[in-house]
């Protein structure tokens, strides 16, 4: 194969070229036409405002559509056009889409893009404002096809047809009965291969996966996951089918979950954008930093204690950053796994233990490992570049080892067990978990460190 079939063409500068030629709107129209929308997206950034203006009307409010939904901030783009223009473009998207790009606008000016929509997409659009941020049914769409039970097949291909026209999420068919109450599910090619003279009540799966419109997108995410479905029912308390999740949905809820959880691991109340102001930013801050400042203050105090270690022998201060990194780190990998695993509501106090067990065992098999490392390379060090005795030198570095070890140990346990007791009183762990193990495990460190040097070092081999 050659070199420049190798390179992956640009079509965002192909558009570009294209939009800036002498073109007329019909063979404009035509070239645009074979391109997706995500690349005409990249390509409309790069316009200027009037150029984006006189392109408005030649793609159209349905295309335009489309094309927004691939715009992190299409209010700005929005913003170019008429209001009774805008209720438009917005009319022709999913009904999810729809509230997202309402969002970016003030309260206001959202309510009256609402009013001009038809009573449909306002109803649509209303039903998903409704909802919290942290409810599936906030990110549901009204995009789906849904038939009735007793239909034949033949009813049923001509249903689909005619919904086709208006939702294009048509993988997964959804059935309910003449009450409206979710009955099944059947896969489009399963509808299509059917004989005439065959039962739609065949095909229909009746125990098809659905989630509920209030329930918590953090509680079910792993289950949504896991079917890996195209689209999974979101049904009311009553078992009406009111809207879906699609695939799309799922990747980026996962994403915003990522988020969250990483921002929470960090000590802070949600993620953070640019656009937020400083005191927002100090809000979420803030407080865990008053709370480890205390604690911080606790762990110098410990080290305050045992001055009298650093004034006998001094060089052990060299070795005490290598310690805490290193509980840190091991605590910081117990937590992650814990917190993982603390996502299954059905985990019993069997599997707890055995799971705090497991990590106090992985971390002493580690810290074994690296305890003999350390032995050898800190030992080598004192000795031959200090320089100080060989007994003196591996004394200092046999502490320095074993104190690695079981301050690898002991937060390995802290890891796990402070997760475990904050899901416990119904705290969220990772919020909860993050900053506090970093501290936790700094004092661990230091005690284990310190405290094994005055044992071993100067009360049993009275170094000096």
Not at 79 to 108: G, H, R, T
Request: charged share 25%; aromatic share 8%.
């Amino acid at each position: 194969m050659t070199k420049e079939m190798n390179v992956k063409p640009n079509y965002a500068e192909e558009l570009l070229e294209i939009l800036h030629s002498s073109l007329s709107n019909e063979e404009l129209l035509d070239r645009l036409s074979d391109y997706h929308e995500n690349d005409i997206a990249d390509a409309l950034s790069q316009l200027t405002e009037d150029e984006r203006k006189k392109l408005y009307p030649v793609l159209g409010a349905e295309r335009l559509a489309e094309i927004f939904t691939y715009i992190d901030d299409p209010d700005e783009y929005l913003k170019e056009l008429d209001l009774d223009k805008v209720a438009k473009v917005i009319s022709y998207m999913d009904s999810d889409d729809a509230v997202d790009v309402l969002d970016e606008f003030d309260d206001s000016t959202q309510e009256k893009l609402v009013e001009m929509l038809d009573e449909e997409a306002s109803h649509d659009i209303r039903m998903i404002q409704s909802y919290e941020d942290d409810e599936i049914g906030s990110k549901m769409t009204t995009n789906f096809i849904v038939i009735y039970h007793d239909l034949t097949i033949r009813q049923a291909m001509r249903e689909l047809v005619r919904q086709a026209g208006d939702n294009d999420n048509i993988s997964t068919v959804y059935v309910v009965d003449r009450k409206d109450v979710f009955y099944g599910a059947i896969d489009l090619k399963d509808l299509i291969i059917a004989r005439e003279r065959d039962s739609l009540d065949d095909i229909i799966s009746t125990s098809y996966p659905y989630v509920t419109d209030h329930e918590k997108i953090s509680d079910c995410i792993e289950d949504i996951k896991d079917y890996a479905e195209d689209s999974i029912p979101v049904l009311t308390d009553k078992k009406m089918l009111i809207g879906v999740i699609t695939s799309q949905d799922i990747v980026e809820v996962v994403d915003d979950e990522m988020g969250d959880d990483y921002a929470k691991l960090a000590g802070l109340t949600a993620e953070e954008d640019l656009n937020e102001t400083t005191k927002e930013s100090m809000k979420k801050r803030l407080p865990w930093l008053v709370v480890l400042l205390f604690l911080g203050i606790g762990v110098s105090s410990v080290v305050g204690v045992f001055e009298t270690v650093v004034a006998t022998l001094p060089i052990v201060m060299a070795f005490q950053s290598l310690i805490l990194d290193m509980a840190g780190n091991v605590g910081t990998q117990s937590l992650a796994v814990t917190i993982r695993v603390l996502m299954d509501e059905n985990l019993t106090g069997a599997q707890k233990l055995h799971l705090a067990i497991k990590e106090m065992r992985v971390g002493f098999m580690n810290g074994l490992v690296l305890g003999t490392v350390s032995f050898l390379l800190v030992g080598c060090y004192i000795w031959l570049l200090k320089p100080n005795p060989a007994n003196h030198a591996f004394l200092i570095s046999g502490c320095v080892g074993f104190s690695l070890m079981a301050a690898m140990v002991i937060s390995s346990l802290v890891g796990t067990l402070i997760p475990m007791f904050f899901h416990k009183i119904k705290v969220d762990p990772a919020v909860a978990s993050g900053p506090l193990i970093t501290t936790v495990n700094d004092l661990v460190a230091v005690i284990t460190y310190y405290g094994l040097a005055w044992i071993l070092l100067i009360q049993t081999f009275h170094l000096a």
